[in-house]
């Protein structure tokens, strides 16, 4: 099942790159930057900012910057993907 998941993780960060013309692997293996996250969430870096006030993303803040844990805000997107699939008719 671990497997399953970690394809589709990957699959659909593939897709959000190719969907908004990116070329390259986005952030690195442990952290993402706000801007990172919203590219694979396909939203705007001010809805990324408003999930972390809320407290639904978890993010560690280095001085300035925000980073969010690459692996905790997949599981998270995924989770949140699997809850609107439920939805769709």
């Excluded at 690195?28 to 996250?37: P, Q, R, S, W």
């Excluded at 972390?52 to 993303?57: D, H, P, R, S």
């Excluded at 803040?61 to 609107?84: A, C, D, H, M, V």
């Amino acid at each position: 099942m671990k497997g399953e998941d970690n394809r589709r993780i990957e699959a659909y960060r593939r897709a959000v790159l190719e969907r908004d013309g990116h070329s390259k692997n986005i952030g690195n293996d442990v952290y993402l930057t706000v801007n990172e996250a919203a590219v694979l969430a396909g939203v705007n870096p001010a809805t990324v900012h408003k999930w972390i006030k809320k407290g639904k993303v978890e993010a560690v803040q280095s001085s300035k910057t925000i980073r969010i844990p690459r692996q905790e805000f997949e599981g998270w997107l995924q989770g949140r993907e699997k809850e609107f699939d439920c939805y769709m008719w």
